[in-house]
């Protein structure tokens, strides 16, 4: 007998010990919040920016400018939103804000994903061992999709917008779920623009959906000035900026400049590439231009062989970035910037220049300049110092008119036509500089606009690839479902990087 009671003890024992009294079995809402949120930085002076044509690098060690080949997907972070949500719902019955936000931000992720790569498992995704292999859904319905949560998520803020309520966990906007709000709404605009080729789609309403946006402003509250941008701040102790005095001495010459950056501004004589780029030396030490001239100022070819790139960069020939501003701190001169209110008024413009709504393009194109401009502590007669890059000596100066800047030829908008279209998309390619992640490939693959440099060094045949390839592992555990997605997309089950996801067709 008792033998027999301490086997029944021992098995109550081993039940309640299947939970580790170590491990905590519920974390508050905010915290996971905190972290989910945190994966939206995308941080500046990355491979992404390369591949932007930002910078490049010229030291094959640290890298190289080839494009990439398989994507990084997002559905950890996905499953961290449903976890938030369960832990909200534990204390709150009804919907509550991190619901709300919780539609945003899937929306943000499978955007991020489908962009990539096309179709994806979404309707029957992130079930674990209930559904191990999901089915793909369409890219067009992920879209569908994203715009129905956008619009949800923007009614359920609705109700906290007069309300002293805060978000817990918020580093981006202390807790202000107004000003989440606008960011659901700027971000709506973000993916109506990604859709531009499919306008005269009825199924997704975009010309309506994006004059709707315009016209109802208390309805769809947007950004208004830079102050509502969704920043990702460095504080120099637990959050470092990705350059900095530490090693400023390892990769401050292994990364130059990109042509296609540095001659977009060049081109126009815009005064940001003195604050971002430090001039070709080469050319300043014999006597070809002087710091304050814009001949001075040279980016890398991104499709230039590395054995070029690099001898030309090690003789002078190319403009660093400029190691004053980005090496100085371990905070470094600015955040990262998610969604902006310069690309905003930028989508704004491209959407009244399509004809998809009535209202001055002319005005918010401008205001995007303005305010790209205001975040490099550019004003009217803003007289910027030009450093020498190796010892921070002011070898020159420039002062800044935004008046003559505007009235050129071609930066003054020429219109609701193909010229002001080229115009704002080239605008929003330099406002794009080291932020918001791959916005400024898409557009590029989007509109073509400016012209990307490929050849030998962006790798893959000298053709810059159309989208990512699906991760491996998708090919190991959902194959079936996979490669049925694969022949619905492009008529083929090879995954090839060459071939156009649907929102380009």
Known sequence: MILFLSVLSGCRDFEELEENPNAPASVPAAIVFRGVIRDLNERPWSLEHRQNQFWACNYNYYGTNQYWT??????????????????????????????AIGKF????????????????????????LENPQPVYDSQKDIYIQILNWLEEANTELEAYQDTNLKIDG?????????????????????????????????????????????????????FSAN?????????????LYPTGPGNRGFDKGRYNMAQTYVKALTDRNDPRVFVTCNPAMKLVNNGTFDPDEFGAYVGAPSGESLDNMTFKAGNGEYSFANQSRYYKTLAGPEPSVILSYWEQCFNIAEGI??????????????????????????GEGTVLSITEPNEDKVIGTYTASLTTYLGRTDVAYAGNNATGLSQILTQKYIAFFQNSGLE???????????????????????????????????????????????????????DDVDNEIWINK
């Open 105 to 128: 931000l899937r929306a943000v992720y499978f955007d991020r994903m489908s962009a990539k790569v096309g179709d994806l498992p979404m309707t029957e995704a992130l079930k674990g």
């Open 440 to 494: 400024a490939y898409y557009n590029w693959r989007r509109t073509g606009v400016p012209v990307f440099h490929q050849g030998p060094g962006t790798g893959n045949s000298n053709i810059i690839p159309r989208r990512w390839l699906y991760p491996n592992n998708e090919f190991n555990y959902n194959s079936e479902n996979l490669r049925t997605a694969l022949a619905r997309q492009f008529g083929s089950e090879v």
């Open 70 to 99: 398989n994507a990084s997907l997002n559905y950890f972070t996905l499953k961290n939103i449903l976890k938030m949500e369960e832990e909200a719902a534990k204390s709150k019955e009804e919907s509550n804000e991190y619901t």
């Open 227 to 239: 102050g509502d941008n969704m920043n990702f701040v460095y504080n120099g102790t637990t959050e």
């Open 353 to 378: 220049n399509r004809g998809w709504a009535t209202g001055n393009a002319a005005t918010y194109y401008e205001n995007g300049i303005r305010a790209s401009m205001s975040f490099y502590g550019i």
């Open 170 to 222: 918020d580093i981006y906007y202390g807790g202000d779920l107004s000003k989440w709000r606008k960011a659901v709404n700027s971000f709506k605009l973000r993916i109506l623009v990604r859709l531009s080729k499919k306008e005269n789609d009825a199924d997704l309403g975009i010309k309506a959906k994006f004059a709707a946006v315009l016209a109802d402003p208390v309805k769809y509250p947007l």
